[in-house]
């Protein structure tokens, strides 16, 4: 099963930028179909953007009201996934999650049942 670590999150201000990593280790990589979801406190956890594995083109996916703010990006020689989130607003603080799987399908994209590997996850908060 493969391990993800996350890193990047921090303390930004409104109209900021931050730029999230994800490392892979313990599987083949480029196989994996990977994703950046996010929750805050009594809420359910949320798609933010995916990118699939080499069977999937390496296309990406947005939940449609991040789209143009959030770019998903992956590494696959230093098998990382990148989340770049850029003006950034209140709402957007959350802690946020790498996820993996190399079986997903693309309808279940979405759908955090859909992966079986993931990270710690990282803080990101949006204050001034």
């Known amino acids: 099963q493969v391990q993800l670590v996350e890193s990047g999150g921090g303390l930004v201000q409104p109209g900021g930028e931050l730029r999230l990593s994800c490392v892979a280790s313990g599987g083949n990589f480029p196989d994996y179909s990977m994703a950046w979801f996010r929750q805050t406190s009594g809420k359910e956890r949320e798609f933010v953007a995916a990118i699939r594995g080499r069977s999937g083109g390496n296309r990406s996916y947005y939940q449609d009201s991040l789209k143009g703010r959030f770019v998903i990006s992956r590494d696959n020689a230093k098998s990382t996934v990148n989340l770049q989130m850029n003006n950034l607003e209140i709402e957007d603080t959350a802690v946020y999650y790498c996820?993996?799987?190399?079986?997903?399908?693309?309808?279940?994209?979405?759908?955090?049942?859909?992966?079986?590997?993931w990270g710690q996850g990282t803080q990101v908060t949006v204050s001034s």
């Open positions: 996820a993996a799987s190399r079986t997903i399908i693309l309808s279940n994209l979405r759908n955090d049942r859909g992966y079986g590997a």
